[in-house]
């Protein structure tokens, strides 16, 4: 069955993301508070991902790392990790 979530789009408190890394695709969730706190986005879920995509390579970086050690999915991503 095909996921018809699109790839970033912003849950109750967070914006979640599917990002392809080596074979599959990896679903991660940025914390509004990391997005709030650490990169000052406002306080609508559309500014948690307009300020998700200005940041993403810095973001992805940090989704890519926690994966290499091996973290369970989904990533959370926290304000702890910047």
């Not at 408190?13 to 706190?37: W, Y």
Request: include cysteine; hydrophobic fraction near 40%; glycine fraction near 4%.
């Amino acid at each position: 069955m095909n996921d018809v979530r699109p790839l970033i789009y912003a849950g109750h408190d967070s914006v979640i993301v599917r990002m392809p890394i080596g074979q599959r695709q990896v679903r991660a969730t940025v914390s509004r508070e990391a997005l709030e706190k650490h990169f000052k986005a406002g306080k609508t879920r559309q500014d948690w991902v307009d300020t998700y995509l200005a940041n993403a390579i810095q973001i992805e970086a940090v989704v890519q790392d926690k994966v290499s050690k091996a973290c369970p999915e989904p990533i959370v991503i926290s304000k702890c990790d910047f």
